[in-house]
């Protein structure tokens, strides 16, 4: 079997996925923008060959040159994959030009625009947030009658809660209209109150074979708007508690609903003080943040590898099982400095919990502090894992409130 893998090196988790097509024993080759030679070796390692495409954007063109690379060499490949989202939609056009099974341009659509996808859902009988699409001022209001306050305005197809406003009343929502003048289309959504979750998942041969659902801490948006904010991310071991439970019956009728197959599904949802799950957005993709990394560490187990083997063979052979609660917890520099000058309260909180904090990977003093608007890593993260949720909150907190990495 052979794999064509879309952007194999970049950003974050891809190589770790390459390597883990590799190591299921199919031959991977890869297409992506970034130059062989600044790829991590042990990716370039795992290829069988890499063609490079510099304008990797330009769907048509990068088929063109994909379907000749392969033709020139007398060679097919049997499936194509992505984990990125932007090329989501590029994935389903090289599978169609191909010939190849999986996901369709079709599908990726409804996987992609946000206005699409909560239409499909609704045909399905499935709770989204009341939504409008809208491409101009006009239209935004218009959206709004209908939609009523407060609302939500965000990009049609966003990513990382760039550019998405909340708005109480129509002088809020003026400004808002400023902010996004930019940006050609918008979904206009109904507000939905309550605590916001992933449910995340590994599917194979039309199964789902791995589920998780992480509980953001703060919501995203605040940690997008209150640079303050160290966002932490619990994923939970029991899947059948009160909380993730109504998410994870929406999450199954979700994926049914856009006919997903195999690969890796990243959804986020709402639970409503009166505990309905309402849908957020999903991806046809791996989550970021991490989040595969705690759900590494949840169940001792490596996903990486096991979403190669699901989309390839439609199994996931390693023990499933969920020993711990895993909270990430994200630090940002305090301080208006450009790097970091000390780390305060980490010491005595690793004295008293170091056997449940596997990873500490925290900017070092004398570097230069990060851009949190661009890395959700911001300037470290911490893992926590305890089999208890109180525990692992209890912890997780502490390190969120008490470890100061200081830019003086
Ligand atoms: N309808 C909504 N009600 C409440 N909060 C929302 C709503 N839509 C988006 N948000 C907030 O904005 C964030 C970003 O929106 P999302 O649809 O997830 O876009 P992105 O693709 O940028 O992640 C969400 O994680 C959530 O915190
Ligand atoms: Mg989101």
Redesign the pocket.
């Known amino acids: 079997m052979r794999v064509l893998m879309i952007s194999p090196g970049f950003p974050d988790d891809m190589p770790n996925f390459t390597k883990g097509l590799a190591e299921t024993g199919v031959e991977v080759v890869g297409v992506g923008d970034q130059p062989e030679f600044s790829m991590d070796p042990r990716v370039a390692a795992s290829m069988l060959a890499y063609l490079y495409v510099p304008d990797l954007w330009n769907e048509d063109s990068t088929a063109d040159q994909v379907e000749y690379w392969l033709a020139s060499h007398g060679a097919s490949v049997d499936r194509v994959e992505c984990l990125w989202e932007p090329g989501v939609v590029l994935a389903a056009k090289l599978r169609q030009r191909l010939g190849v099974e999986g996901l369709s341009v079709e599908q990726a659509v409804a996987f992609r625009d946000?206005e699409t996808m909560k239409r499909t859902l609704d045909a399905a009988g499935i709770r989204t947030?009341h939504h409008y699409r809208a491409r101009s001022e006009h239209e935004v209001f218009e959206a709004a009658e209908r939609v009523g306050f407060p609302l939500?305005v965000?990009p049609i197809a966003?990513?990382?809660?760039?550019d998405?406003y909340t708005a109480v009343d129509e002088s809020e929502l003026t400004d808002v209209v400023e902010m996004v003048r930019h940006v050609s289309e918008l979904s206009v959504?109904?507000?939905?109150e309550g605590e916001?979750f992933t449910y995340d998942t590994v599917s194979g041969g039309g199964e789902v074979l791995y589920e998780n659902v992480t509980w953001y801490r703060p919501?995203?948006?605040v940690t997008r708007l209150n640079p303050w904010v160290s966002q932490t991310a619990i994923s939970l071991r029991d899947l059948e508690a009160g909380q993730p439970a109504p998410g994870v019956e929406l999450g199954r009728k979700v994926l049914k609903a856009l006919g997903y197959e195999a690969g890796f599904a990243h959804m986020?949802w709402?639970l409503t003080p009166t505990g309905e799950a309402v849908f957020?957005?999903i991806g046809a993709r791996s989550p970021g943040g991490r989040l595969t990394h705690a759900m590494n560490f949840s169940s001792d187990i490596d996903l990486f590898r096991g979403w190669a083997e699901a989309v390839t063979f439609g199994r996931l052979s390693q023990d499933k099982t969920k020993h711990y609660n895993t909270a990430l917890v994200f630090k940002r520099a305090s301080g208006g400095g450009s790097h970091i000058t000390h780390i305060e309260g980490l010491e005595p909180l690793l004295a008293a919990y170091s056997e449940h904090v596997p990873v500490v990977d925290l900017v070092r003093v004398g570097e230069r502090r990060r851009d949190w608007r661009k890395v959700v890593t911001g300037d470290g993260w911490i893992v926590v894992r305890h089999p208890d949720l109180a525990t692992t909150m209890e912890i997780a907190d502490r390190l969120a409130s008490e470890v100061r990495v200081v830019a003086g």
Do not use: D, N, R, W
């Open positions: 946000k947030p939500v965000k966003g990513a990382g809660s760039s998405t959504e109904e507000f939905i916001e919501k995203p948006l986020e709402f957020g957005e």
